[in-house]
């Protein structure tokens, strides 16, 4: 039988690497994403509000400082609510939402491991192939002694080049709950809403040239709904997505002013003809 070389593989290490490696990786300099994106509100498993969209992105390189910039180019939205239906939500803030979650423009504290502060644990727990490639499968949770909402998940790099090629993230389910104030703007007298879970996938993919661009980015929140005076609970499903379709190098510039998509608003309620 042929042997078989175990190497122990330092998980920290490799994080370090993919952080140092970004300059080689990801693109220093602005460009265009041309993206598919949409957001959706259920409950009770049906549709109640679909957005879908074309948006361009104005994305400035890791290095960069400032906010990326959004271009609406097209819009479709379906509304659906049953008259007998009292419970309204609205997604606000989502394509902000979408702008935040690229993690290697925006590290979150998951992947800040030299922080003296930092609350996580790593592992390397597998190896496994990705478009053909090799990728180290690393996993972090929080540390037992801290009780605090922070996130675990699994950290997939590139074993040739260590680049981060995907991140899939949750806020940790035994303490989702007392996460519920942070993705509610605003409460109702009429019902309580209880987080069950908040998850996100996030995926870079390169291009000819080798560079690593933003492909694909996932939230999704589950609420419990309880109206006062009401014995049983329903669920509420919030979630939003986006995925890339173009990439554009060539004469990159901001946007103007009267072009720029607000991205803090609530999008489905964005005018547009």
């Not at 994106?37 to 361009?56: C, F, G, H, P, Q």
């Not at 502060?117 to 002694?145: G, L």
């Not at 922070?150 to 303490?175: C, M, R, S, T």
């Not at 998850?199 to 291009?207: E, G, L, N, R």
């Amino acid at each position: 039988l042929q042997e078989v070389v175990i190497r122990p593989v330092n998980p920290t290490q490799i994080l370090r690497q993919m952080l140092e490696n970004r300059k080689k990786n990801y693109s220093e300099v602005p460009v265009y994403l041309t993206s598919f994106y949409r957001e959706m509100i259920e409950r009770k498993s049906k549709n109640r509000d679909l957005t879908e969209a074309v948006i361009k992105n104005y994305k400035k390189g890791y290095t960069e400082e400032g906010n990326d910039q959004a271009k609406l180019i097209k819009m479709r939205h379906v509304y659906r609510r049953a008259e007998q239906d009292t419970l309204l939500a609205k997604m606000k803030s989502g394509i902000q939402s979408v702008m935040l979650l690229d993690v290697i423009k925006i590290l979150p504290d998951f992947l800040l491991v030299d922080d003296i502060h930092n609350p996580y644990e790593y592992a390397h727990v597998d190896y496994t192939v990705m478009d053909d490639r090799m990728v180290h499968v690393i996993s972090f949770e929080q540390k037992k002694r801290n009780k605090n909402p922070l996130y675990k998940g699994l950290l997939y790099i590139d074993a040739d080049n260590q680049a981060l090629v995907e991140a899939q993230f949750e806020i940790h389910p035994d303490y989702v709950r007392d996460a519920t104030n942070m993705f509610i703007e605003k409460g109702s007298r009429l019902f309580k809403l209880s987080l069950r879970k908040a998850a996100y996938t996030v995926s870079y993919k390169p291009a000819p040239n080798g560079i690593y661009y933003l492909n694909y980015i996932r939230g999704e929140l589950d609420f419990r709904v309880r109206f006062k005076k009401h014995l049983f609970s329903s669920s509420l499903n919030v979630w939003l997505e986006t995925v890339t379709c173009d990439v554009e190098r060539e004469n990159v510039r901001p946007f103007p002013r009267s072009e720029r998509l607000s991205v803090r608003s609530i999008f489905s309620e964005t005018e547009h003809n």
